[in-house]
């Protein structure tokens, strides 16, 4: 089965990144942007069939290397 | 002082910081490669140096810290082992856990290198013994990632608890407070994004960066 996991910054932590994106943006003239948040997708194959137990380990992987917790939040999505 | 240096692939300034050791010391360093699983006996010092290690991929320092040698280098800690990361290196030892905060891009996007002038905050260190509480050094800086981040409590506690090492006189990266290294609670291990062993001798400009060395000699030799 497959997993997808979503990583973003916590709110309130500043993301330059995010911000040098929206000004970008507003040169393009895309207006009425009030913010952006950069983050990214790690999509994961796994030989894994029952999806509680998925659920399980790939929130490990996240606590433990996928996203730096002190700065970042997750979420996950798992699929056939 | 033993000193060893661990080199991770995308590791580009252990070099340097075995020849910065060496001159102080007069030992030359145990080089260990990130796959070996042990240190070598009767270490003082582990040295965890700059560069792009695996890439930057993650996010900086983010592989290494979970490299087989780094749970030789956390248990090293735990015993109360002196660890003295540089730049690449203070950005794995936040992410082994060893020291708190992270290590965000830089403010302004950008990649600097240039030399910087630093304050010491404290010469109440084993790395920063040899210097004078608020003096002015100069040392290199080159990074992309220097921008340090904790949240209000956490800057309160490294105040209170006298743990910021440098601070930036002028801040070129954005680091909350102007950090530019900090120390573990025991006060044994030291991340910084500047770059000591770059200026260590007169003939490259400045010597400002080997009274940490003769710091760390003078206390580890002793203990």
């Known amino acids: 089965m497959k997993a997808r996991v979503f990583i973003t910054l916590k709110p309130g932590v500043l993301d330059p990144q995010g911000e040098a994106v929206r000004h970008s943006l507003g040169t393009l003239g895309f207006d009425g942007i009030k913010g952006v948040r950069q983050g990214k997708v790690i999509e994961l194959e796994l030989a894994e069939t029952d999806a509680a137990t998925a659920t399980t380990r790939v929130r490990a992987m996240c606590e433990q290397l996928l996203a730096n917790t002190v700065i970042e939040d997750y979420a996950l999505e798992i699929a056939e | ?223």
């Not at chain 2, 290590?103 to 950008?110: C, D």
């Not at chain 2, 994004?193 to 400002?208: C, F, I, K, Q, V």
Request: net charge neutral; charged share 20%; with cysteine.
């Open chain 2, 1 to 223: 002082m033993k000193a060893g240096v661990i080199v991770f692939p995308g590791s580009n300034c252990d070099r340097d910081l075995a020849v910065a050791l060496e001159r102080a010391s007069g030992h030359r360093p145990a080089m260990i490669w990130h796959k070996e699983v042990s240190l070598p006996r009767g270490l003082d010092l582990i040295g965890i140096p700059g560069g792009f290690s695996f890439g930057d991929y993650l996010r900086c320092g983010a592989i290494a810290a979970r490299s087989p040698i780094c749970r030789a280098v956390v248990e090293f800690a735990r015993q109360g082992g002196h660890i003295f990361g540089v730049c690449n290196g203070f950005q794995i030892l936040t992410e082994t856990g060893l020291l708190p905060g992270t290590l965000m891009r830089n403010a302004n996007l950008k990649y600097i290198c240039k030399d910087i002038d630093l304050t010491v905050e404290t010469s109440n260190s084993a790395f920063t013994s040899a210097y004078r509480r608020g003096q002015n050094i100069r040392i290199p800086i080159a990074h992309h990632d220097g921008n340090y981040l904790a949240d209000d409590a956490l800057v309160a506690d490294l105040q209170s608890q006298d743990r910021i090492a440098f601070t930036y006189r002028e801040n070129p990266n954005g680091s909350v407070a102007g950090i530019a290294g900090v120390l573990s609670e025991n006060r044994r291990v030291l991340g910084m994004m500047p770059h000591p062993e770059r200026l260590n001798d007169p003939a490259l400009g400045g010597a400002d960066g080997a009274m940490l060395f003769r710091s760390l000699v003078e206390n580890l030799v002793a203990a």
